[in-house]
Nanobody, 119 residues
Framework: VQLQASGGGLVQPGGSLRLSCTAS????????MGWYRQAPGKQRELVAI???????VYGDSVKGRFTISRDNAQNTLYLQMNSLQPEDTAVYYC??????????????WGQGTLVTVSS
């Protein structure tokens, strides 16, 4: 199983970016998927998670600006980021709780995609 994240880049303050994360491999089902981020010198923090029930949870610092969504048919998670600020600069990681075809449940992490917000 692999998670492939994409969509990061350089954006000016106030701008927008959309991140994508696609799971592939020996997948039976996917439970919770989510995004975390880690800024230089800081601990990794929750951005948002999207449960298989359809419930989403956001970190306090992104509420009202970021929107998480999911395409279950494509095993893909999205993060629409609006009103980006310099403090959003970080490496963004996607994660997923995946039940593989052997019916073993594991937490998987993508490789990370860098988002830089700067003028």
């Amino acid at each position: 199983v692999q998670l492939q994240a994409s969509g990061g880049g350089l954006v000016q303050p106030g701008g927008s970016l959309r991140l994508s994360c696609t799971a592939s491999g020996s997948i039976y089902s996917i439970d919770t998927m989510g995004w975390y981020r880690q800024a230089p010198g800081k601990q990794r923090e929750l951005v948002a998670i999207y449960k298989s029930s359809g419930t989403s949870v956001y970190g306090d610092s992104v509420k009202g600006r970021f929107t998480i969504s999911r395409d279950n048919a494509q095993n893909t998670l999205y993060l629409q980021m609006n009103s980006l600020q310099p403090e959003d600069t970080a490496v963004y990681y996607c994660t997923a709780e995946i039940l593989n075809r052997d019916h073993d449940m594991y937490d998987y992490w993508g490789q990370g995609t860098l988002v830089t917000v700067s003028s």
